[in-house]
T-cell receptor, first 115, second 114 residues
Framework: NAGVMQNPRHLVRRRGQEARLRCSPMKGHSHVYWYRQLPEEGLKFMVY????????ESGMPKERFSAEFPKEGPSILRIQQVVRGDSAAYFC?????????????FGPGTRLTVL | AQTVTQSQPEMSVQEAETVTLSCTYD???????LFWYKQPPSRQMILVIRQEAYKQQNATENRFSVNFQKAAKSFSLKISDSQLGDTAMYFCAFMKHRDDKIIFGKGTRLHILP
């Protein structure tokens, strides 16, 4: 059973460009979470999605950031007009609908560098 | 609001020794989960151990065990017979029951020395 997949693993963007980060949850998982990790910090929650629905976006910056989890395909975290302060590791996690619903399994992360 | 505090930014121990990482948290909730995650140099986040607050028995996973003191809001991780592969950043984390966000501490960088 493949784990949570994220791509790309590394992404370099210049200021003002757009960044698209993708996350495919574990098979059978319908809940997706995005976290951001700044250098030398712990992870900070950004957004929680289920298929076609944003459930909790209380950790998302109000501007330039958006997330989706379509009926088909991976979840996407989109950052428009990136700035240097967006440089961070972005982790996706997923959890199952039933059973161990409260355990989140993390992907390997996408390291975003803004030049 | 819930907070998680790890008071040891960095620790070093010799291989095969036992090491304890400290964690305290603050919450007014009665039902919640506590976790320890490991982040090795590869940066992958790996779940080490999980504890349900309603369970009095401390969780164990092979060489990893916790000392959960609910009244003191303390959740320390003990690593026995430490191995070089245990070198990593360790994060203590909290989640309310039926919530969707995990709250992480700032981490403890653990070095296992040969």
């Amino acid at each position: 059973n493949a784990g949570v997949m994220q791509n790309p693993r590394h992404l370099v963007r210049r200021r003002g460009q757009e960044a698209r980060l993708r996350c495919s949850p574990m098979k059978g998982h319908s809940h997706v979470y995005w976290y951001r990790q700044l250098p030398e910090e712990g992870l900070k929650f950004m957004v929680y999605l289920q298929k076609e629905n944003i459930i909790d976006e209380s950790g998302m910056p109000k501007e330039r950031f958006s997330a989706e989890f379509p009926k088909e395909g991976p979840s996407i975290l989109r950052i428009q007009q990136v700035v240097r302060g967006d440089s961070a590791a972005y982790f996706c996690a997923s959890s199952p609908q039933t059973g161990e619903a409260d355990t989140q399994y993390f992907g390997p992360g996408t390291r975003l560098t803004v030049l | 609001a819930q907070t998680v505090t790890q008071s040891q930014p960095e620790m070093s121990v010799q291989e095969a020794e036992t090491v304890t990482l400290s964690c305290t948290y603050d919450t007014s909730e009665s039902n919640y989960y506590l976790f320890w995650y490991k982040q090795p140099p590869s940066r992958q986040m790996i779940l080490v151990i999980r504890q349900e607050a309603y369970k009095q028995q401390n969780a164990t996973e092979n060489r990893f065990s916790v000392n959960f003191q609910k009244a003191a809001k303390s959740f320390s991780l003990k690593i026995s017979d430490s191995q070089l592969g245990d070198t990593a950043m360790y994060f203590c984390a909290f989640m309310k029951h039926r919530d969707d966000k995990i709250i992480f501490g700032k981490g403890t960088r653990l070095h296992i020395l040969p």
